[in-house]
């Protein structure tokens, strides 16, 4: 931004946010109450996606948690899952949503269920104490 132009309220309120979480502006969490956090060294974009994570650790039948893969997809879409949980006959692909999830991240959801080897892709939410898993784009009201 050169010196003539002026910052917007907008702009100036997500930096100020960044500066107060210690992150850059590019770093922030897309929505607006999520809050990071940091657990075992490795860097969360919420605290439901960190609490994920414990859960995942402390299943006997995770043996390694592959955390904020990039994985490809056909077309040379890039896609970044929060994990990918190693098991003793495959692999388990989850993303986590705190809220429902955009058209855009629905279409790169049945991509990713028709053409990746490691499909399907699971979408966890929180539901009262635990988690909801859903394996393909639910509708408005299941949400």
């Known amino acids: 931004m050169s010196k003539q132009e002026r910052m917007s309220a907008d702009e100036f309120n997500r930096r100020q946010r960044a500066k107060n979480l210690g992150c850059s502006p590019g770093a922030l969490p897309t929505h607006p109450t999520g809050k990071r956090c940091v657990i075992d060294g490795i860097h969360f974009d919420s605290g439901g996606e960190g609490d994920f994570y414990l859960w995942l650790k402390e299943q006997p039948w ?55 080897p490691l499909s399907p892709l699971v979408v966890v939410r929180r539901d009262g104490k635990g988690w909801k898993e859903h394996l393909a784009p639910p509708a408005k009201r299941d949400w």
């Open 62 to 116: 995770c043996h390694y948690i592959d955390v904020h893969p990039t994985l490809t997809l056909p077309g040379g879409i890039r896609f970044k899952a929060d994990f990918v949980a190693y098991l003793n006959d495959g692999a388990l692909v989850y993303d986590f949503k705190g809220r429902r999830p955009g058209t855009d991240f629905n279409r790169i959801w049945k991509l990713f269920n028709a053409f990746h």
